[in-house]
């Protein structure tokens, strides 16, 4: 698809891949909305992106959702792409007195719930425009899990459902465009207590999900993802040991 001179909404915009993602993208003549908790660390990000607009918006709050919606069809009625992209996740062993039920509430209801229920409602929106894209960000954990992370590889794994089974639905019906972006353990905020430092740059994979929309490319396998794919298929026993060692 055709990624320039668009309207293209960011959720988790303020920081990491979201940021990244956003800095390319307006280099391509879009407009940026970028979305997330914090309107002082949005403003940071937006002076870094030019024409942006920072819309703080707790995904996972639908009071926050419904501003959200109500303002983007207000003035920004020419949005064409959501970007996915906010998450959460908590590094932990499960076993007893592992609070595992209320981490997997909270990341199942950011990384996955709060995705079905904005996507939604800005489907009629999308729907609109003549060419128009859903992006959401799984991660290389949806094919198999990484047990110091296991409810948030299972949201990530729920997401990647989710996203196959939109991309059947809305291409019996519209010309919205379902794309899944699949990077393998990123530098961020988000990932330093399971090691981010030894993750790739955020920059590698705004430059990836560039070149993944523009050759249409449904599932984008960032740097190791696509190997790792190719292994699992072969044998999941031993993608799951690897990802685990």
Not at 30 to 52: E, M, S, W, Y
Not at 228 to 244: G, V
Request: charged share 15%.
């Amino acid at each position: 698809m055709n990624i320039s001179h668009k309207t293209i909404l960011i959720t988790g915009g303020g920081s990491g891949i979201g940021l990244a993602i956003a800095q390319l993208l307006s280099e391509h003549g879009n407009r940026l909305i970028l979305t997330g908790r914090n309107q002082a660390k949005l403003d940071r990000a937006a002076a870094q992106v030019p024409n942006a607009t920072a819309i703080a918006c707790d995904i996972t709050n639908a009071a926050d959702v419904t501003r959200l919606v109500d303002r983007v069809q207000t003035e920004f009625g020419d949005l064409s792409v959501l970007i996915n992209n906010a998450g959460q996740g908590s590094a932990y062993q499960l076993g007893a007195n592992a609070n595992a039920f209320a981490i997997a509430e909270a990341e199942m209801t950011t990384n996955y719930l709060a995705i079905v229920r904005l996507t939604e409602l800005l489907l009629p929106m999308l729907g609109q425009q003549p060419e128009a894209a859903i992006v959401n960000v799984s991660s290389i954990v949806a094919f198999a899990p990484q047990v110091k992370i296991p409810t948030y590889s299972a949201s990530k794994a729920a997401l990647h459902s989710y996203t196959q089974a939109l991309r059947h639905s809305l291409a019996k019906t519209t010309a919205i465009r379902v794309f899944e972006l699949m990077p393998p353990l990123v530098d961020t905020e988000l990932t330093q207590e399971i090691g981010g430092a030894n993750g790739i740059p955020p920059q590698q994979v705004a430059t990836e999900l560039l070149a993944g929309l523009e050759q249409d490319t449904n599932e984008i396998l960032v740097g190791q993802t696509a190997q790792f794919y190719d292994y699992h298929r072969a044998s999941p026993a031993e993608a799951f040991a690897m990802l685990n060692q």
